[in-house]
């Protein structure tokens, strides 16, 4: 009797075990499909914020810092949590780690990347290994991106054919 009583209390806690690994893991599905879902909902030209002196506070899903020459997809620091990007009437203010400002002369070259659920502008600066990736979620907004930046940036092929887009 205490084999079986041992076997069913074993059982038992091996239930409770692999229960809670499958709540932790559907939990945290639920939730980051949940958070995602609201900042995709956020992702749109109409959310745009224009203040006074012309800067447009752009909605972003996340922001990363890349390395030239590397896949896009690699990055040295992400912010998902409160990413930021404001194009002023002289520049760009963006925040990955830190709120940095960089000037439109600065800007060597803007491209866009895509993936499924993703379209990254990612700006290069002269003379800097570093880059700027902005995760802005989808076309429409990524297009209306491009056409607020100033028309002497050099823009690549993919940017201008999204850029170029009907509104």
């Known amino acids: 009797m205490a084999i079986v009583t041992t076997i069913l209390i074993g059982i038992v806690q091996w239930g409770a075990f692999l229960g809670m690994l499958y709540g932790m893991f559907a939990g945290m599905t639920y939730l980051s499909r949940r958070l995602m879902r609201s900042k995709y909902e956020r ?51 963006f925040r990955v780690v830190r709120t940095q400002r960089r000037s439109f002369g600065e800007i060597a070259e803007v491209d866009v990347r895509q993936a499924t659920r993703t379209v990254n502008l990612e700006l290069a600066f002269h003379g800097e290994l570093l880059t700027l990736s902005a995760n802005l979620g989808n076309v429409p907004l990524t297009a209306h991106v491009l056409r607020l930046l100033p028309a002497t940036l050099t823009l690549s092929a993919r940017a201008e054919a999204i850029r170029d887009m009907p509104a």
Do not use: Q
């Open 43 to 93: 992702a749109t030209i109409a959310n745009i914020v224009v203040d006074a002196t012309g800067s447009a506070t752009i909605p972003v899903l996340a922001t990363f810092t890349g390395v030239r020459g590397l896949p896009w997809w690699y990055g040295l620091a992400v912010n998902n949590a409160k990413p930021l990007l404001i194009i002023e009437p002289s520049g760009i203010l």
